[in-house]
């Protein structure tokens, strides 16, 4: 859906805003109604069933106000059970009448509440309506939408022009989001100074985010002046207004002397504060303090304790640590198992760094063969390509096993080191030969670029066809490119040889109602 054309949407941007009165309804003789003054007060003391009450009675007489209000009690589930469609009800009696706020809450139900289907284009027209009558939630609202684009086409252009719109009357999100938005050039001409300006004003009306942005451009001098004591000042203020983000910054810099003086008591302090919130990177360094007794008592147990609560987490770095105190028996008992499995968390993460810890302990054997030799080839072998000579013995004794898998992994390491590239080249054709795609694939590279033999581009594009059939993804990329560098004869080649490969594979392996299609 297209939101609607630029000129109409500055002709309804500047709309003015049209004051609707109240209308006036009787009022039955038989029963007093309450005031909005006694139900505003009793709402903000907490007595949500005394302004429930008094909402319900003063909406049935039809004051727009009141059908706001009482719409917003019973979406917010205070005072009794939560309500959304009784909730969507009463206020889409107040927008009939022309009542901003409702428009705009109505809006964000609809966008998506619990028990309602979204109706996300009814939302965005009662929100136009509100921001062009100045509601600063719905000019942010409105904005975001248009930003993001996934219900109206994306415009940063008139994005930019309601955040300012909100922002300029002091609604704080919208200026932290439009300074991001003027720093980046979207909707508008990139402009630093004038994002510096945007985010500062954010960060002293108190919103967190732009608090902790600009204390980091103030540490780094990213686009303002350099001054780190004044960025100390705002991150402590992003931790006392309980930011778990700014509280472990905050702890940890004074944990390491980092722009401020060391001090332990103040550093603990913050990081038990953002902890209490299960921050990861604050768990994981109150396990660095109690593991290695910085500033407090050393107690290992402790430390382990919380650096399981932070891989827990996923702090990725807390997986890492947490495996070798497993590993190595340091604040919880011995457990090679539980180890592994902290490094495989890891590895699952993205930390390429666990599968080399897998690896070498794979090596030591005390795994106890629990896990698959061929699996663990390229675990090992990462270990090795960090010299540690148990991963390399461990893959010299498992290729001369023929585990193919790591024939491959040795070669490569091999042909790296250029001590004996002619065995290497065995080890590559062997592994190859018996199904390794990654020895395919290298082969392939290597004959397509001539690195340690001659260039062969028959070779490589068989090489890379078949491991683009067994799933290499990079290779089906690597066969194109050498496609366009043979001429017809070596292609029909290359592809007869790719089909022999198949068909001796096909011999050789027990046959399934499986079968491997060549593509070419």
Not at 14 to 29: K, R
């Amino acid at each position: 859906m297209v939101l609607m054309s630029r000129k109409s949407a500055i002709l309804l941007g500047c709309a003015a805003f049209i004051a609707i009165s109240n209308p006036v309804f009787p009022q039955s003789s038989a029963q007093t109604l309450p005031e909005m003054s006694a139900i505003v007060e009793a709402y903000n003391s907490g007595d949500f069933v005394t302004a429930r009450n008094g909402l319900a009675q003063l909406a049935e007489t039809g004051n727009p106000f009141a059908q706001y209000r009482y719409g917003r009690i019973l979406a917010e589930g205070r005072g009794g059970p939560q309500d959304i469609p009784n909730a969507i009800q009463w206020l889409d009696k107040a927008v009939h009448q022309n009542q901003t706020e409702a428009a705009t809450l109505l809006a964000r139900i609809l966008l998506g509440s619990p028990g309602i289907t979204p109706d996300p284009e009814r939302a965005v027209t009662l929100l136009q309506r509100s921001a062009a009558r100045g509601d600063t939630e719905a000019q942010f609202l409105l904005a975001r939408i248009l930003e993001q684009g996934e219900i109206v086409d994306q415009d940063f252009e008139s994005a930019h022009n309601w955040y300012l719109a909100a922002a300029e009357n002091q609604h704080v999100e919208a200026q932290f989001r439009l300074s991001n938005a003027i720093a980046a050039g979207r909707g508008t001409t990139a402009d630093i100074t004038s994002a510096i300006v945007w985010l500062e004003r954010a960060a002293r009306n108190g919103f967190v985010p732009a608090q902790l942005a600009f204390a980091t451009r103030l540490e780094t001098g990213n686009g303002v002046e350099k001054r780190p004591s004044e960025a100390i000042d705002w991150l402590r203020r992003a931790a006392e207004a309980g930011s778990p983000l700014g509280q472990r910054i905050l702890g940890s810099k004074y944990l390491f002397g980092d722009g401020v003086e060391e001090n332990i008591a103040e550093a603990l302090k913050w990081l038990h504060a953002a902890a209490e919130q299960d921050e990861p990177g604050a768990l994981s360094n109150l396990g660095f303090v109690y593991s290695n007794g910085k500033g407090v008592e050393k107690d290992e147990v402790r430390g382990f304790d919380y650096y399981q609560r932070a891989a827990d987490r996923g702090l990725i770095r807390a997986m890492l640590v947490v495996g070798l105190m497993h590993e190595n028996g340091t604040g919880t008992p011995k457990d090679p198992f539980a180890a592994a499995k902290s490094y495989r968390n890891a590895l699952a993460s993205g930390e390429e760094a666990g599968g080399a810890r897998l690896g070498a302990l794979i090596a030591t054997g005390a795994l106890e063969d629990q896990i698959d030799p061929i699996e663990a080839a390229p675990w090992v072998a990462a270990a090795a390509g960090q010299g540690d000579p148990a991963s390399l013995n461990w893959l010299k004794t498992q290729s001369e096993q023929n585990n193919h898998r790591a024939s491959g992994r040795l070669a490569n390491l091999l042909f790296a080191s250029e001590d004996d590239r002619d065995h290497a080249l065995s080890l590559f054709d062997r592994a190859a030969n018996n199904g390794d795609v990654f020895a395919q694939f290298r082969l392939g590279e290597l004959y397509a670029t001539g690195d340690g033999v001659p260039q062969d581009y028959i070779r490589a594009h068989k090489w890379m066809n078949i491991a683009a059939t067994l799933g290499n993804e990079s290779a089906v990329e690597k066969r194109a490119v050498i496609s366009q560098l043979m001429t017809p004869t070596m292609l029909a080649e290359a592809q007869a040889a790719t089909r022999a490969y198949f068909a001796a594979e096909a011999n050789r392996v027990p046959k399934t109602e499986q079968s491997v299609t060549v593509t070419e």
